[in-house]
Structure formats: C-alpha cells, structure tokens
C-alpha cells in the first residue's frame, strides 16, 4: 500500500495594512479682478448663461472654477477650495481667503504657490500659501471682514479703469455722507439693506465700521463686520450716495434700518466698484494631537515652473 506523504501548508503572510496617506491643509489669500467670472463660487452652465460654452467636466467662469483646475494640474488630483467670502459677479478681491487639503506635501510651499501663479490667469494671484492644522475652518473661523468701495466723483467717467470704479459725476456732499455712514455702526436688523431671497434665518449683523474717504476725486468707503447679507454693502453704499446727492437727509437711516423693508433704503450700487479688502480669522486653537501633525513645510528646492507663454 502506497502511503501519500503530507505536504505541509505554508503559512501564508498576511498582507501589510494600508495606510491613507496623511494629507495638509493649506491656507490661501488670494487676489483677483473679477471683471471677467461670474463670481467666486463655482457654477454649472445653465440655460440661462449665454457665454461661450465651457469645455466637458468644467463650469462657466468663477474664481473658485479657475483656482481649483491650476491646482489640480500643480498637485495631481482634483482640489476642492473652500472659500470664506462668496464674492458676486464682478467684484474684485485684495484679501481673500481659502483653504484645500492635498496628499502632495512634498511640494515646497513656496514652489507650490509659484507654480499654481504660473497656471492662473493674468487677473487671478495667490499672494500667500501657508500649511495650518486640520481644525483651520475659512468660513466658520472668520471673525469679521471689511470691505471696500470705489467711487470715481468726477465729471469724466475713468476710461482706463471703468471695470474697477463707480463713475458718479454728481456733487456729493461728503460731510453728509459721513455723517450717515455712522448710523450703520453697531448690532442692528438690516433688513432693509439685503437683497429679497437672501435664505438667511437672520437678518442682524454687526458691523464694526464704515467710514467714508475723500480724495479728489477718489471717494472711497470702507465697511467692517462680523458678517453681511447679499448684498448689503453695495445697498448701504447706493444709499449713502443718495444721502450725499442731497435725495435723503443723514439722519434717515435710522429710519432705514427700523422699516426693515428692502423698498425704504436706497439703490443698490454696482458690484464693479466693490473691493473684499481683508479677512480677519479668529485665534486657531489646535485640536488635541494636532500640533504634532502641523508641518512647517521649508522650501529646500523649488521644483521647476511651466509658462504657458
């Protein structure tokens, strides 16, 4: 009888865990004109757009769109911004600010920010590119913003900038406007100085400033607060320059403000001449582990930049 010799098993290995890579998140400012997009938030092209059709997977001009397509050819895989001011069409920026996150921290920031430049339209630059904790929220970590409008009070509107100013010819009594400017200082319901359809549960914000400068003829006014309404800055600015045409008196504001109706305040002023200045973040306090995790990414060699020219 033929016995049959037991071949032992092998043990087999078991195979190594995989390991999601650890990715980094980034902090953007970033400045751009926003003559020719349709805002800052990425959007589809609907039946309405009647520009030139964008190309398969992409959406008509944004800000947000054009961002996200440099980076994706800078890092390798498809970035997704979040941004802390939802600028509308036509507004401009100096001081925005974005974060994504990115598996590709081998990148030097300083390369990093160069070569996604290098990809970016003429109107469009990242200013600063900097590593934070994963905890850095752009929208809930505001805590407040102010922005800036140009007024070009002169008799001839501004040939070489007509996209970055208001031309106002009018006489404008700027004393009046200054005046008025200070009633919108403080917690109030502002209401009357939000588009209809705004979708916000509330309507009370603070603003921190506004104030309005005069330099022949440049007249410029600055407003500050923790937060606004679709478009209440440029309402507020439509109606102080009414108040110094002469069509309200300063002191009507205070009337404004307590109707609570869009019809009682003034007009609202053009987005072209609008400006988003600055964003101030509140204090970042790390999550528990995460200050181990923080990289302070060292430019050691800068990788090299395509031009597209």
Known sequence: MTTMTEIPQQEQTPPPPTTTPRTQRYKLTIAYRGTRYHGWQAQAAMDTYKGEPPAPGEGIPTIQES????????VGHPV???????????????GQIATFDTPSVHIPVEGLRRAVNARLPTDILIHKLEPVPDSFD??????SKRYQF???????RPVFFSDLAWHRWHYLDVPKMEQAARHFVGTHDFAS?????HMRESTVRTVFACDVHWRKPKLIIGVEGSGFLWNMVRIMVGTLVEV?????EPDAILEMIAARD???AGPTAPPHG?????IRMKPLVPAPGEADLFRSAAPAELPPIRSDS
Not at 67 to 74: F, K
Not at 274 to 278: D, E, I, N, S, V
């Open 262 to 264: 869009r019809q009682a």
């Open 150 to 156: 140009f007024i070009w009070n002169h008799k001839d």
């Open 67 to 74: 961002l996200q397509r440099a980076m994706g050819e800078v």
């Open 244 to 248: 110094g045409m002469g069509r309200h």
């Open 193 to 197: 100085f939000a588009r209809p359809g």
């Open 138 to 143: 752009a929208v809930r970590g505001t805590a």
């Open 274 to 278: 609008l400006y988003l200045q600055w």
């Open 80 to 94: 997704t911004l979040q941004g802390s001011s939802r600028t509308d069409s036509g507004v401009h920026a100096k």
